[in-house]
């Protein structure tokens, strides 16, 4: 019986009759203010779960970010993560300034991408639920003095919708809560352009097809014309996860065919 076993409030008796004694199993489980919290492997450690774990997670953040930091648990999609030097919003960032994806103050009005919509046409035996495994894009920008640019979403999806359905469509917009899904695209300065990249189908179901076999990518400048790219695979599946953004290009008058 579990009973018998009283090492930590964790202990479990196996199936073997011996005693299991994980450090923890929540993070109440673990006092000391250096390792407060309970990992997966049930072992107490530090790190943090969110921003406000971390040191000067609500500075303003000095020309080196050596007084602000953020948590990269939801950056990297894990329950446990550590704080690294940087913005975590742009309450950090000085007056005129914003946290981008990178977690580095920019300088507002600076023309950065502004929102991906994904358009699905067709979502065959796909999840159907509020939490899906949305697609990940890995989005390739035009250069600038420092070379080429690129950015990386996690999961694009919306935990309060479905967002892959047959006719659905789903906008990820540079907002606070999407800075998550959009990681490093989060208001991504990428020249203005897409020149390429791909996106992923990471759901263990479903076949995903896009309207028009085409993702739209919106920017932060008022006059500035949305970019379209072609997908090369359709659909999108388990099978064929992966497909490349090809054809892309300037779409002012929407009338872009792939």
């Not at 930091?69 to 007056?95: E, K, M, R």
């Not at 892959?164 to 809560?177: L, R």
Request: with cysteine; proline share 5%; charged share 20%.
């Amino acid at each position: 019986m579990d009973t018998d076993c009283t090492v930590t409030p964790c202990s479990t008796c196996s199936l073997d009759s011996t005693c299991n004694d994980p450090d923890c199993c929540e993070d109440d489980d673990c006092p000391d203010p250096d390792f407060q919290f309970c990992s997966d492997s049930e072992v107490c450690e530090g790190g943090c779960r969110q921003d406000s774990d971390c040191i000067g997670f609500d500075a303003v953040c000095d020309h080196f970010y050596s007084n602000c930091n953020y948590c990269d648990a939801s950056d990297l999609g894990i329950a446990l993560g550590t704080c690294q030097p940087g913005c975590s919003t742009d309450v950090n960032c000085i007056t005129g300034s914003e946290c981008n994806g990178l977690h580095r103050c920019a300088a507002g009005g600076t023309l950065t991408l502004e929102t991906i919509i994904l358009r699905t046409a067709t979502c065959s035996e796909c999840q159907g639920t509020l939490l899906e495994d949305g697609p990940i894009l890995n989005l390739v920008g035009g250069f600038n003095i420092n070379g080429g640019t690129s950015c990386l979403t996690n999961d694009l999806d919306h935990p309060d919708s479905i967002d892959y359905s047959d006719g659905s469509t789903a906008e990820f917009p540079a907002i606070e809560e999407n800075r998550a899904p959009l990681r490093t695209c989060f208001r991504a300065q990428l020249e203005g352009e897409i020149l390429g990249g791909t996106v992923e189908w990471t759901a263990g179901v479903g076949e995903w097809t896009l309207e028009g076999n085409q993702i739209d990518f919106g920017w932060s400048g008022i006059a500035s014309c949305k970019w379209t790219c072609c997908v090369d695979v359709v659909p999108l599946s388990p099978a064929d996860p992966i497909a490349s953004l090809v054809d892309c290009r300037k779409n002012c008058l929407d009338d872009l065919v792939c």
